[in-house]
């Protein structure tokens, strides 16, 4: 069997590595329309940084697995595509801010029409609307040349940046939707002959096309939600002198509740969450269904004001100004064991401590000092692009990130954080010298006595100024 996947981004690239690994009798081709891109993935440094991925690459590159910009010969060839490219919330037009922009799903789709010269299986790898294999099938059908029949599979994703190659390898289940007719049938025994690969048959759960793509929405909307009402509760336990993780541990013991997705933070980012809980609003609103939008809608509005919350108690805590202080931010990647900062809440942090005058030293183990520039000189960013280059320092080792700095701000979970030397920090900052946990990974009552001025999320004053509820002015 010949497989080709369109777009060799973040799913695509670790989903045929993957799968080339366990399937040595797949030819695997992987097609970007960005010969830059190709060009990365056919180099030793790789476009993305996945733990395992470059181990799994190596192994297949150029045996089973191939990398390439000719979209042509690769669709030309293959038995089954995957059609695995972005899907941005559209920026104009109807639906501007909420729908799913499906313009490249739509130009995979145009191009497999023009090229194939044979039956194909046509994989919607891509997180989509529920229905989007219907207009799919509309391209395909209204441009079929005599004798040649197309199948269409809905395939949804559900592996997690910083985990994907485990993800991929142990998938709790894999999800397929096909149409229920004969031939429907044929094609989703096709692509679950891969996954029989490496998958147990009993994970690989069958659905009409419309629950696969709507599952894909769900669950999304579900692991979201789950981190939005833990943040709420976080506000709470703020102002009440409640320990957020004490609640999320005794809540979580509930075995019909479960202890995952509970860990409250700055605010949940990542190219999928919001993206795809917006599409599931915009879906609602269309389907006349404004109190089921509203309700989904409310997991995005928590997250904005736990961003929000955590920027302005870090202004507030360091005396309502932080007017040409200098501020470090440890991690930029919207989460730990990835280089990727889409809708990451630093940019939120960031963005408004630059407002507010402040100067900001900034590190993070993966994230490149231009993508940094870049989300932060982005056009919805208020503040000029010249003013932001010259507020921003990006350094490549912590330590000198927090040199003379009044405050180190934790954004990002990495594990080196951890282990760091926080004695030497402290003699290398302003004082008095404050941090804040945004990931409530440090030991603060350590910090505390080293001389920190601590604040984490979802914890109130304790002591004599270990953890100081926000909105309360610290002691000095
Ligand atoms: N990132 C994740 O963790 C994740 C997980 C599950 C599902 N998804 C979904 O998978 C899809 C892909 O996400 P991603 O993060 O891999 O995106 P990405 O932006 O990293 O990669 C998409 C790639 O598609 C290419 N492309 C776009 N149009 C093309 C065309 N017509 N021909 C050839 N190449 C084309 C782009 O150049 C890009 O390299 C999205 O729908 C996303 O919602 C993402
Ligand atoms: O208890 C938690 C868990 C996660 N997060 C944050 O939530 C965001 C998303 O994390 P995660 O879900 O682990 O990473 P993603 O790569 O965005 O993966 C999600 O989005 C993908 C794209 O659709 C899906 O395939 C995955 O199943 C789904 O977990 C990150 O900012 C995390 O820091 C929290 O704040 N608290």
């Known amino acids: 069997m010949k497989v080709c996947c369109i ?79 972005n899907t941005p919330t559209k920026t104009c037009g109807n639906g501007k801010g909420r729908a799913a922009d499906l313009k490249y799903v739509e130009s995979a789709a145009r191009m497999i029409a023009e090229i194939a010269q044979s039956n194909k299986i046509v994989v919607e790898k891509s997180t989509v609307p529920v229905r989007a294999a219907e207009s799919i099938m509309h391209i395909l059908r209204a441009n079929q040349k005599p004798g040649i029949h197309y199948d269409i599979l809905s395939n949804p994703e559900f592996l997690a940046e910083g985990t994907a190659i485990n993800d991929l390898l142990n998938a709790d289940r894999v999800l397929i939707g096909g149409e229920e007719t004969t031939e429907g049938h044929e094609a989703v025994a096709k692509l679950s002959w891969i996954y029989e690969h490496w998958i147990p048959k009993q994970n690989i759960l069958t659905t009409n096309t419309w629950s696969s793509e709507l599952s894909k929405l769900a669950a999304n909307a579900f692991l979201a939600q789950r981190i939005s009402s833990i943040n709420s509760l976080s506000a709470v336990c703020e102002a009440t002198g409640a320990d957020v993780s004490e609640v999320a541990r005794a809540v979580g013991l509930d075995s019909r509740i479960g202890s995952k997705f509970l860990q409250a933070s700055v605010g949940f980012g990542g190219s999928c969450f919001q993206k795809d809980i917006l599409n ?64 990451t809440a630093a940019i939120t942090v960031c963005q408004t401590l630059l407002e507010e005058g402040a100067k900001l030293d900034i590190y993070d183990p993966k994230v490149e000092p231009e993508q940094i520039i870049d989300d932060l000189t982005h056009p919805s960013v208020t503040e000029s692009p010249e003013n932001v280059k010259k507020a921003v320092q990006i350094h490549s080792d912590p330590y000198s990130a927090v040199r003379a700095t009044h405050a180190l701000v934790i954004c990002t979970e990495w594990d080196e954080f951890v282990d760091l030397d926080f004695q030497r920090i402290y003699q290398s900052m302003m004082k008095p010298a404050y941090i804040f946990d945004g990931r409530k990974i440090l030991d603060h009552e350590r910090l505390h006595q080293i001389g920190f001025h601590v604040q984490t999320i979802g914890k109130k004053y304790q002591r004599s100024g270990l953890l100081r509820s926000w909105g309360i002015v610290p002691q000095l």
């Open 7 to 85: 777009g060799a981004g973040y799913v695509g690239g670790p989903t045929c590595a993957v799968m080339a690994l366990k399937c040595p009798d797949i030819v695997i081709t992987l097609v970007d329309k960005s010969s830059e891109r190709i060009a990365q993935w056919n180099s030793d440094k790789l476009p993305i940084y996945e733990p395992g991925l470059d181990e799994v690459v190596k192994k297949c590159r150029n045996v089973n697995l191939f990398f390439s910009t000719d979209i042509e010969t690769a669709i030309k060839e293959a038995d089954l595509i995957f059609i695995s490219v």
């Open 280 to 343: 599931l609003i915009y879906i609602c609103e269309n389907l006349n269904l404004p109190e089921v939008a509203a309700y989904w809608q409310q997991v995005i509005d928590m997250n904005d004001y736990q961003k929000r919350r955590f920027s302005q108690k870090i202004i507030e805590s360091l005396f309502n100004t932080v007017s040409d202080k200098r501020i470090a931010i440890l991690g930029f990647a919207f989460k730990k064991n990835t280089g990727d900062t889409r809708e």
